[in-house]
T-cell receptor
Framework: AQSVTQLDSQVPVFEEAPVELRCNYS??????LFWYVQYPNQGLQLLLK??????LVKGINGFEAEFNKSQTSFHLRKPSVHISDTAEYFC???????????FGTGTKLQVIP | DTAVSQTPKYLVTQMGNDKSIKCEQN?????MYWYKQDSKKFLKIMFS???????INETVPNRFSPKSPDKAHLNLHINSLELGDSAVYFC????????????FGQGTRLTVV
């Protein structure tokens, strides 16, 4: 079985400050990992994904994430946030193809002007 | 040029009614999904179809019945609606043979009164 934990339900951060959204997963086999963003009243949009290769993954809108197998983590980071980054962020994991993906409970990023 | 489109975007209905949500994707994907997002933003898969064949059917009441007339469409029919069915329902699609991400529709906000 696989699972995803997003420890922070809300993360407030001032504009232009750096941010890290935490994601830990558990799985007994190799995994693929994703970060999605959901803007208010919108569907989910892929930010970035880790399938294999380099553990540092760069995504859209200046976000990046690092896959750490020993710590079973896939934290999302951005060096300087904008107001427009205010949204809900979901970490997701699958070990058996996308049809078996499991989502975390989401982290609401609130950027304060 | 919407990749995954759902209709309607909003649906308000009374308890006991039967309603349908339609989903279409023009990405040429072979797998489609229905997800339910509750008031706490928790996202849970309900169904998955691959080439019109049901491959995932999570613990969902029998009142929910998906129908896939072709691999570009996956509709969700709900009988005898209950207050607890109020949620945002997302349709998504992906390619099963490639472990790529799913593309999501904008969601249908269902409110049962």
């Amino acid at each position: 079985a696989q699972s995803v934990t997003q420890l922070d339900s809300q993360v407030p951060v001032f504009e232009e400050a750096p941010v890290e959204l935490r994601c830990n997963y558990s799985s007994s086999v190799s995994v693929y990992l994703f970060w999605y963003v959901q803007y208010p009243n919108q569907g989910l949009q892929l930010l970035l994904k880790y399938l294999s290769g380099s553990t540092l993954v760069k995504g859209i809108n200046g976000f990046e994430a690092e896959f750490n197998k020993s710590q079973t983590s896939f934290h999302l980071r951005k060096p300087s946030v904008h107001i427009s980054d205010t949204a809900e962020y979901f970490c997701a994991v699958t070990s058996g193809g996308y049809q078996k993906v499991t989502f975390g409970t989401g982290t609401k990023l609130q950027v304060i002007p | 040029d919407t990749a995954v489109s759902q209709t309607p975007k909003y649906l308000v209905t009374q308890m006991g009614n039967d309603k349908s949500i339609k989903c279409e994707q023009n990405l040429g994907h072979d797998t489609m999904y229905w997800y339910k997002q509750d008031s706490k933003k928790f996202l849970k898969i309900m169904f998955s179809y691959n080439n019109k064949e049901l491959i995932i059917n999570e613990t969902v009441p029998n009142r929910f019945s998906p129908k896939s007339p072709d691999k570009a469409h996956l509709n969700l029919h709900i009988n005898s609606l209950e207050l607890g069915d109020s949620a945002v329902y997302f349709c998504a699609s992906s390619n099963r043979d490639r472990n790529t991400e799913a593309f999501f529709g904008q969601g249908t906000r269902l409110t049962v009164v």
